[in-house]
């Protein structure tokens, strides 16, 4: 452990996901001399093209898309002060049901050893002290973030490592939390109707319940680079409602990213404050 530097290695799936999910920690942990790997599945091919085309319609050109994104993402690293950008370059497989699923190359159509024997290679090499990467439900049901989620699951037994391990998640508090902001924003300019509090309860279909979250790191002073590393994506339709929010709104609500911890050597008690607990 004393001749290389402690690492954290963040595998996503689309360029973007590093930078809405875990932004804040990659940023924080850079600047605390951490080394930070990130490693991109998918080229997002899938994404919005140029002006918010979306996919499938007239003038979206995937191979384009992708090379957009890209650029995007090195752009986005480099505010992060990503350490080491690693492309896995698997086609993205689109939203379920989509027939991009099962389109050669997609990342959902690709054998999880494929990947998980590629990702294995990568442990190697950088040895992470600390792996991050989506529930089994790929956080939201995406199924380049449950592929991305299985390879790391099967490429960690393939090493003889043990990191700590993360899944990214937010807590439900959170959830309910920036319904109220969206719907204070209006943002589908339709939505003025005051919300029924059952309907509000019945929002957090994704992350948990604030008790079982393990883990919940204070990002708050890497919030404009967060924000920054964002605006890197400004082409995908998704992040424009974030950056309509303006860095200072921003920072307050996702000044704090939450993970829950499934796998630990260290002992560090729980909950904790820091991915690194126990190593450091
Ligand atoms: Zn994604």
Not at 62 to 77: D, F, G, H, I
Not at 227 to 239: E, P
Request: with cysteine.
């Amino acid at each position: 452990m004393a001749d290389r530097p402690l690492t954290l290695m963040a595998v996503h799936a689309h360029p973007d996901d590093e930078a809405s999910g875990t932004g804040g920690v990659l940023a924080r942990y850079a600047a605390e001399g951490i080394r930070t790997v990130l490693v991109t599945c998918t080229d997002g091919r899938c994404g919005d093209g140029p002006g918010g085309v979306k996919p499938g319609e007239d003038g979206h050109d995937p191979a384009a898309v992708a090379v957009m994104r890209r650029k995007e993402l090195e752009a986005s690293c480099e505010v992060l002060e990503v350490g080491h950008l690693e492309l896995l370059e698997y086609a993205d497989s689109g939203m379920m049901g989509w027939e991009s699923n099962d389109a050669p190359g997609s990342f959902w159509n690709t054998p999880v050893a494929d990947g998980a024997a590629r990702l294995a290679e990568l442990m190697r090499h950088y040895q992470p002290d600390v792996v991050v990467t989506y529930d089994e439900n790929g956080f939201y049901g995406h199924p380049d973030h449950i592929q991305a989620h299985r390879i790391t699951v099967a490429a960690l037994e393939l090493v003889d490592l043990s990191p700590k391990v993360y899944w990214t998640t937010v807590p439900h508090s959170a959830v309910r939390r920036f319904g109220e902001v969206m719907r204070e924003s209006g943002s589908d300019g339709e939505q003025t109707e005051p919300v029924e509090p059952v309907e509000a309860a019945e929002l957090p279909e994704i992350g948990l319940p604030d008790e079982e979250i393990s883990t919940w790191v204070d990002t708050t002073a890497f919030g404009g680079r967060k924000f920054d590393a964002l605006a890197a994506h400004a082409s995908q339709g998704d992040n424009i409602f974030f950056l309509r929010m303006g860095k200072e709104r921003f920072t307050e609500l996702m000044g704090v990213e939450t993970f829950v911890r499934v796998r630990d050597t260290t002992g560090a008690a729980l909950p904790e404050n820091d991915l690194f607990a126990g190593l450091r």
